[in-house]
Each structure stands twice: as structure tokens, then as C-alpha cells.
């Protein structure tokens, strides 16, 4: 049951898609003359494989359309995986119904991306951090788990006073804040951010991200952080992982990727980040057209129409997994 | 640097909000103005009043907000003393405003030809077939591919930094003097949010447009703007070029976010940030608003509100112990 | 423990406090539905005769007009009917019942609603179309027809007005809270609780239901209005609650016979206090409604 292996997360060959039609009689359309069936399918996560070492932080940065929240979620089984394997601690959770998942549950935690939709508004925040120590059996009973949430609150950085308040009565930063906590409340060994501070002011940030940064020193647990701001992944990263159209394009320790990246798209997002020399957007081409959709994915390498070295087999021919080094990987042509 | 003509000077703007908890200041006592062609950035945090501040020169400010005191002077006229009807005039025409979510500033039931075609009608004396022109012209000069085909497509059918670049073309179809532009990229992705920066800057050289771009992403004002006020609470803390702002902030604030900003050129284990959070915009307090949060307040900050101290070239700052002399 | 200003205090400094005192519509109509419910709860001990113990009517007393018109008498301030029965004290006893039947009805009617519309938006899928679709096969008659059709066949008792009302009213509740339902049921603070593990029992009404409550309360306001409409037109055709248990409809439906014979008031007083309440709930949901209506963060 418990392996001791160095990775906390595996992920392989994982998918997953959304059908946008619903049954029959939505799909079937005239064309050509002839009565065709048209299923509209979102092709959200296409076959991705990756892992996260035990106490590491991996992060997944894309921009729309790239999967990389449906991924988290169908990690962490809100939805399930339409194929592909997810192996918790050496568990094959892939299949776990309700009742298998709930022990494995307490172990792995999200926290959310919106500080005003995360938390349940018509909730003390005190109660919003007791209730699941109750659940799991971690407290005995709400009084002592009302205790404890205080304490943890506190170490979030929520003071004593406040915590019997609503979630309305507190900023943004305070209410990402909170969701760590709950996060925490079990006492997982593997959080999922999904994009924890993307809707938060600049210096506010900065806070959150330290938070989560010292509080995984002091705990000892594994992230997969998701983001689509490369500079924010470069502070806290182990791992990086580029990803477009549901495909991880490139990945790698941190160092390597951003030193050195081999994926064009890699190069595009970081010479498309505005710096505060003031001097990136004027030096470096921004890259031409829009994202496709991932209803109609491209053929061959899904970049291809956007690629500033695409060559004739690049639109026909996805291309296989090469390693540039012992855990940096890519998928392109050009190597 | 020679002295290009001023189109808007702003006097002691005030905007307060009468709410049913109180009263806030949203924008408090502010004071810039803005040459022709020029790129000013407004940067500051949410509830720093950089978005109300663009609001107010145009005056949609609605209730419970009131534009309480100020001067708002746009090429030789104060706007405070007109009316609301010579308001519509000049809106869309010589001032024309980008908002921020392209997903909602466009009418879904109406074709992008239609809604660019609007505001010439309004403003514009031409026949249909030089409205016609003139917008295929202006949705070519935003970048859009096949612009006479796109023309009767609705926004639906449009991604999101092509709506962005629509709301552009309509912001430029009057020609206008200043466009005020309120965190126009800040709901695109990264790499369309480059594209359509480097086209905004591209278009306000060509235009000669003045442009105020509102946006809390400093690095985005380095890269495009050529002065900055930096706002913070209702007020402006400092002011001037850019690039000397950058290099050389001389409030505390200014500092703090600065150092903040998770960098990709560089390399730290955490990254400082700003203490506390912004106060309560109920309770502000007396002094200096940053004062709780500054790392170098004194007794004086707590008890009056610094005034403007000048550093020579256009760079302000209002605070009694500027850092001025530390180099970044 | 920490320290929470009491629900009082808290509710006096909230901006629905603050909205309420300053529109003088919605202190004049909360003003009528609190004298209403007085009325009928304490108005019986106040009211000159029972007029449904018929021992204390006299036929001598009937048809006498309102006290201010010719041949008024003081002690009948708004008249009295064809069996000597006092206008006033009817419209009292009257409105109990009518009352009575809105609020349980709606209570009803709300119940089964709520959790038919909170399984339906929560589960989705095949049950949710079939829910849904009944639904629109019931909106399609017109509500009345439903209801005389179950009156006639079940026969007149408060309990079968209720059920029909209920079975009636279930559908608009059902569908506003699916709605609801559905918008909350993607937010994350959901997704957070099933990341937890809680079941979706437990989620549906611990933490979905009470966040869908407020449209439920504005549309109670309106359907308790409703309600009382539908029962005094049942009551006036004959085919509402037994006439041992009077409503207002039921008066104006005995005074209708004499109408034309000048005796007006009969049928007025009670009309136009059906007018009052309805009116009153009315325009005090049209202001919760409002009020209540999510505003931007």
C-alpha cells in the first residue's frame, strides 16, 4: 500500500474530454446532402503523462484552453478520467469510487483559484476550517475542532477575532488565506493550487506566496502548482511544466527549462512577458496568431500554425517525447 | 525635452462615494496632466482609485459616487462646468475609453460593423460608403485578418484579444485625442496580451492619441508608458518619467511594489513583500495612508499628510522622507 | 471565544436596514401585512360579536348599511349581511382562514419545490430533464383549471385546498431554485467540499440550500398573495374551503347574490381587504426583491 517511492503523484497517458452536445438530437446535422453525426467534443487533457516527487513543488503553466485546470480537477477526481491512470502513493486511484476515495481524500487537498467564490459565504470561517477535522475523525468533536482552526487560522494569519466573521467581511488576500487553511485542515500530503494567486494584487502576492512556500517547509508536503504566470512558477518551482492544447509540451527542473528552453512555445511565453526594464516587448517578436480552439485541434504538432520554425512535418506528424537531459523533456521536432 | 502641448490638466480631483457605511474617498485631492501623444500610466493596487480616477475624467461616475470638487481641463475647457449633453459630445469623439473584459464590453446582439459603424454616425458627417471604408480601415489597422469579411460577424465570433482589438478600432474611430484605457489586457492571456500591447503602442505613435493607461502590472507600465502616477489610497504618492521611477522610486510604496513583483530575471527564495494590508477605506487614516505599512515612518507621517516634494524632472513625490539617492 | 455582535445589532447597521428605512414603500407595506396578521390574530377579541356563533345573531340586525350611511347602526361599523352578521367582525374571522391557507400553502408548495428543484439542478442528467419537463406540462394549464378540477373531485376541505395549492404551486419554486442551483453548484466553494468528501447529500442542504434561499423568500412573498387570490376565487365559486370555515372569498361570494340589490357593502369591505393584503405583500416583495438581488462584490 504505502511504497516509499520517490513519487508522490503519477500521471500516466491521462485524458480527458467534454461532449458540448447532448445526445442525438443535437448532433445530427445536414451537410453535403447527406444526414451527418456531429459530436462537439471539448478535447480538454490529450495524453499527458508526468509526475511530482515527493516533497516538490511541479507546476503547470498555460494559458487558456490548455487544460491545466481540467487536469487538476481530474486529478484530484472531481471529474473522472475518461482514460489514462492516477497513482496516489503507489495506489492506482483511477477508478476509486466514493467510498475507496474518502480515506485517500484526507491525504490530497485543492486550493482554489477565486478568493470570492472559494468559500461558502452563508459559513463562519471558523466552522468552513472545523468541518472537514470532524469528518475525517482528525477531531473528535466541533468544540475541539473549532479550537484547533484557531490556531491554524492564526498561523495563516487570520487573528483570533475574527474568525467567527463570514467571508464577505474579508479581503481577497485574507480569504486565500482561509482556503490554505482548509486546505491544511486534514493534514494532506499533496495540494493541488489552482492558480492561488492570480486574482490578487501584486504585494498581496507576494504575501500568499510566501505563505505557502514557508508552510510547506514546515509541513513537508508536495504541490502541483498551477499558474499562467511564468515569473510567479520561477520563485517557487521544482518543476516545471509547459502546457498547450492538453499536451505538456516541455518540463523539467526549473533551471533547465528557463535556461534553457527547447520547446518554441516555452521561448514565445517567456519573451511575451512584459519586464520591468521596460525593454522585452520592443526587442523580442510577439508571436502571431490565436489560440485554437480545443474543439478542432490542429493536425500534427498543435502549435504548428504559430510556430516561428514550423517545418512541412510539423503539420502532420505529432512529435515523440525527447529528452534533453536526465528529467527535461520536450516534444518538438526541431531536436 | 521640449514642451508639447497640454490636452488635459487635472486640478484637485475629488470622487467620494456616499454609501450606506459611510463615505469613500475614492479619489482624493489629485493633480496631473498629460501632454499630446503622451502615455501616462496610472499603477496601484485595487481600491487605490486608479480605475476612478479614468471614470472621473470623463465623468461616468454614477451614484452613490459624485465628482465632489476639482478641475477637469481638457484642451483649454473645463469639463466639470458643462453639461451632460456636451459630455456625450466629447465622449467616443475627442476622449474614448477601452475597458477591461472584452467578453462584456462589446453588445452581443449586434454585428462589430454595426457597433463600429455607431460611433461615426454619431460623431462623423460621412456617407455609407466612406463609413464603410473607413472601417474596414480601422479593423485592418488593429490587425484583424479578412477585415471586410468580419465586418457583419457577431462578437461571439471573436476570441477574446480579437474583441480587445475591436474595442480598440472603436475607441479610434473618431480619431480622438486621449483614450483612457482601463486594464485593457489584464483579462488576456499572455501571449495576446503582448500582441495587443505592442499594437496599443504602436497606434498611439501613429495617432498621435494621448493614451492613460490604468493598470496594477508595473511591468506593463515600463514597458509602454512614458510617465506614471503611482497611486495609492485615493492619492497620488508620486510621479514622473518612468523609467526614473523604476530605477529610482522615491516612496516607500513605490519601492515595496517593486520589489514584490516576482521577476523572472532574477532569483530569490522569497520575495519581500508589502506588510499589512491596504486600510479600510471607511476608517482611513489621519497622515500619510501608508504609514502603517512603511518601513520607514516617523511620528510626523502619523499625525499630517505629506506634501509635495520635487526632485527635479518632472519627478514628485509626496512624502516626508523620499528615498531619493538610493539606487535600485 | 471571540465576540459576535448579536444578530440584532447586526442586522440594524446592515444596508437592508438601511434601504428599508429610507423607502417609504417598503415601511408602508411591511406596516400593512403586520396589521393584517394583528388583525387576524387578535382581532377576535376585540370585535363587537363571533359572527359564526349563531346563537348571537340577530335577524333584526341584517342588512343594515356601513354606520356612516343613513340607517347605520354604531355597533355595525362596516354593516352586516343577510343574517344579521357584522361586516367587520366577518372580515376578521374571515381573514384567519384566508391568511391561514396562504402561509401554509405556500409552506407547502415551498417545500416540495425546494427539494424537488435542489435534486433536479444538483443531480442533473435524465432526472432533471424528466422533473423539468413535468414541470412544463403543468405550467401549461392554467393553474385555476388544475385547481377547480382537484376541488370538484375531491370535494371542499381546508386540507384539500392545501394539497391543491401545493400541487399548484410546487412548480415555480422548482424551477427558480434549479436555476439557482445550478449557478451554485459550480462554484468552488463546492467543488472544495467535494474535494473534501463530503457526500452530496450533505452538500444539497448544507451547503447548496442555504444559499439558494433568498429567491425562495422573494417568491414566497408574491405566492402568498397569489395563494390567497386563488382560494377567495375558489371560495367564490363554491368550490373552496367548507363554508363552516369562512374566508374573505367566500364573504364576497355570499354578499355577490345581493349586489345588484344595492347591498353593496357585503361583498366590498371583504374585497377590498383581500385588495389590501395582496397589495400589501405585493409591493413589500417587489422591495425584497430588490434588495435581496445579489449585488456586485
Known amino acids: 500500500m504505502n511504497e516509499q517511492s520517490t513519487n508522490i503523484i503519477e500521471i500516466r497517458n491521462l485524458v480527458q474530454n467534454f461532449r458540448l452536445t447532448k445526445g442525438v438530437l443535437d448532433e445530427v446535422k445536414l451537410r453535403g446532402g447527406k444526414l451527418v453525426r456531429d459530436r462537439v467534443v471539448v478535447k480538454a487533457v490529450n495524453d499527458i503523462s508526468f509526475d511530482v516527487k515527493r516533497g516538490n513543488v511541479c507546476s503547470l503553466v498555460g494559458e487558456s484552453g490548455c487544460g491545466k485546470s481540467t487536469t487538476a480537477r481530474t486529478i484530484i477526481k472531481l471529474i473522472n478520467p475518461k482514460s489514462g491512470t492516477i497513482t496516489f502513493e503507489g495506489q492506482d486511484i483511477t477508478d476509486y469510487k466514493r467510498e475507496q476515495m474518502l480515506p485517500v481524500r484526507k491525504e490530497m487537498q485543492m486550493i482554489f483559484q477565486d478568493p470570492y467564490a472559494s468559500l461558502n459565504p452563508r459559513s463562519r470561517v471558523v466552522d468552513i476550517i472545523a468541518e472537514p477535522m470532524v469528518f475525517h475523525k482528525i477531531e473528535e468533536n466541533m468544540t475541539v475542532a473549532r479550537e484547533r482552526s484557531v490556531e491554524l487560522l492564526q498561523r495563516v494569519g487570520i487573528r483570533p477575532e475574527q474568525v467567527s466573521r463570514y467571508p464577505h467581511q474579508f479581503s481577497g488576500g485574507q480569504r486565500q488565506r482561509i482556503g490554505i487553511a482548509r486546505a491544511l485542515s486534514v493534514n494532506p500530503k499533496f495540494i493541488i493550487a489552482d492558480e492561488p494567486v492570480s486574482a490578487l494584487d501584486v504585494s498581496i502576492q507576494a504575501q500568499i506566496l510566501n505563505l505557502m512556500m514557508d508552510l510547506q517547509e514546515e509541513f513537508g508536503f508536495s504541490y502541483l502548482f498551477i499558474a499562467h504566470n511564468l515569473s510567479v512558477v520561477k520563485h517557487i518551482s521544482d518543476t516545471v511544466g509547459i502546457m498547450y492544447l492538453g499536451k505538456i509540451v516541455e518540463m523539467g527542473g526549473k533551471k533547465d527549462v528557463f535556461a534553457n528552453p527547447r520547446h518554441p512555445y516555452t521561448e514565445a511565453l517567456l519573451n511575451s512577458i512584459p519586464k520591468i526594464s521596460g525593454d522585452n516587448l520592443e526587442k523580442t517578436k510577439a508571436i502571431k496568431g490565436e489560440i485554437p480552439s480545443p474543439i478542432n485541434l490542429p493536425s500534427g504538432c498543435f502549435f504548428h500554425e504559430r510556430c516561428p520554425y514550423a517545418m512541412p512535418i510539423c503539420s502532420e506528424v505529432f512529435p515523440e517525447k525527447r529528452f534533453v537531459s536526465d528529467d527535461h523533456f520536450v516534444y518538438c521536432h526541431l531536436l | ?328 | 471565544m471571540p465576540v459576535k455582535q448579536s444578530k440584532i445589532q447586526q442586522f440594524l447597521h446592515s444596508e437592508f436596514f438601511h434601504n428599508y428605512r429610507k423607502s417609504p414603500t417598503a415601511i408602508i407595506s411591511s406596516l400593512m401585512i403586520l396589521s393584517a396578521i394583528l388583525i387576524a390574530l387578535f382581532g377576535p377579541l376585540i370585535t363587537p360579536q363571533d359572527p359564526y356563533a349563531l346563537a348571537g345573531l340577530e335577524l333584526a340586525d341584517a342588512f343594515k348599511p356601513p354606520a356612516w350611511i343613513e340607517g347605520g347602526d354604531a355597533n355595525f361599523l362596516l354593516g352586516t349581511d343577510q343574517q344579521g352578521r357584522d361586516i367587520m367582525s366577518a372580515i376578521v374571522y374571515g381573514s384567519r382562514v384566508s391568511l391561514y391557507i396562504g402561509f401554509v400553502g405556500v409552506f407547502f408548495a415551498a417545500i416540495t419545490g425546494i427539494v424537488v428543484g435542489l435534486v433536479a439542478g444538483y443531480v442533473g442528467g435524465r432526472l432533471e430533464s424528466i422533473i423539468m419537463r413535468i414541470a412544463d406540462i403543468q405550467l401549461s394549464f392554467p393553474s385555476m383549471l388544475i385547481a377547480l378540477f382537484l376541488m370538484t373531485t375531491f370535494g371542499r376541505s381546508v386540507s384539500n385546498v392545501l394539497i391543491a395549492l401545493t400541487l399548484i404551486g410546487w412548480v415555480r419554486y422548482a424551477r427558480i431554485v434549479r436555476g439557482e442551483t445550478l449557478t451554485v453548484k459550480n462554484k468552488e466553494y463546492i467543488e472544495a467540499s467535494r474535494v473534501i468528501g463530503f457526500s452530496n447529500i450533505r452538500i444539497i442542504f448544507k451547503q447548496v440550500l442555504p444559499n439558494v434561499l433568498t429567491s425562495v423568500i422573494v417568491l414566497s412573498t408574491i405566492q402568498v398573495g397569489s395563494f390567497i387570490l386563488i382560494e377567495a376565487t375558489l371560495s367564490f365559486l363554491g368550490l373552496g374551503v367548507p363554508i363552516t370555515r369562512p374566508t374573505l372569498g367566500m364573504l364576497c361570494s355570499d354578499g355577490f347574490a345581493v349586489l345588484y340589490s344595492g347591498l353593496w357593502w357585503v361583498s366590498f369591505f371583504p374585497g377590498l381587504y383581500i385588495v389590501f393584503i395582496v397589495f400589501g405583500i405585493n409591493l413589500f416583495g417587489d422591495f425584497l426583491r430588490d434588495e435581496l438581488n445579489p449585488r456586485l462584490k
Not at chain 2, 460608403?129 to 471573436?158: D, K, T
Open chain 2, 1 to 328: 525635452m521640449s514642451e508639447r502641448e497640454k490636452i488635459l490638466e487635472v486640478k484637485n480631483l475629488k470622487t467620494y462615494f456616499y454609501t450606506h457605511k459611510g463615505v469613500v474617498k475614492a479619489v482624493d485631492s489629485v493633480d496631473f496632466d498629460l501632454e499630446r501623444g503622451e502615455i501616462l500610466g496610472i499603477v496601484g493596487e485595487s481600491g487605490g482609485g486608479k480605475s476612478v480616477t479614468g471614470f472621473s475624467v470623463i465623468r461616468l461616475i454614477d451614484e452613490p459616487g459624485k465628482i465632489v470638487d476639482g478641475q477637469i481641463i481638457f484642451k483649454g475647457t473645463d469639463l466639470m462646468q458643462k453639461s451632460e449633453s456636451y459630455m456625450t459630445t466629447v465622449r467616443g469623439k475627442e476622449i474614448s475609453m477601452v475597458f477591461q473584459d472584452p467578453m462584456t464590453s462589446l453588445n452581443p446582439v449586434y454585428t462589430i460593423g454595426r457597433q463600429l459603424e455607431e460611433v461615426l454616425i454619431l460623431h462623423e458627417n460621412l456617407t455609407r460608403e466612406e463609413r464603410r471604408q473607413r472601417c474596414v480601415e480601422l479593423l485592418n489597422s488593429v490587425g484583424i485578418p479578412n477585415a471586410e469579411g468580419r465586418l457583419n460577424n457577431y462578437p461571439h465570433q471573436f476570441s477574446g484579444g480579437m474583441r480587445q482589438r475591436v474595442i480598440i478600432a472603436i475607441a479610434l474611430a473618431s480619431n480622438p485625442d486621449l483614450i483612457i484605457a482601463d486594464e485593457p489586457t489584464t483579462a488576456l492571456d499572455v501571449t495576446i496580451q503582448a500582441q495587443i500591447l505592442k499594437l496599443m503602442k504602436q497606434l498611439s505613435q501613429e495617432t498621435n492619441s494621448a493614451l492613460i493607461l490604468i493598470t496594477h502590472d508595473l511591468a506593463v507600465i515600463s514597458e509602454l508608458t512614458d510617465r506614471v502616477n503611482v497611486m495609492y489610497c485615493g492619492k497620488i504618492v508620486e510621479t514622473g518619467y518612468t523609467q526614473e521611477i523604476i530605477r529610482r522610486p522615491a516612496h516607500p510604496y513605490t519601492q515595496g511594489l517593486l520589489s514584490s513583483i516576482p521577476n523572472i530575471d532574477e532569483e530569490k527564495k522569497r520575495l519581500s513583500t508589502i506588510p499589512g494590508i491596504v486600510p479600510n477605506m471607511f476608517e482611513l487614516p489621519a497622515g500619510c495612508k501608508f504609514a502603517e505599512r512603511c518601513p520607514y515612518a516617523k511620528q510626523i507621517c502619523w499625525d499630517k499628510e505629506p506634501e509635495v516634494t520635487s526632485l527635479g524632472n518632472r519627478h514628485e513625490v509626496y512624502c516626508f522622507f523620499p528615498l531619493v539617492g538610493e539606487d535600485k
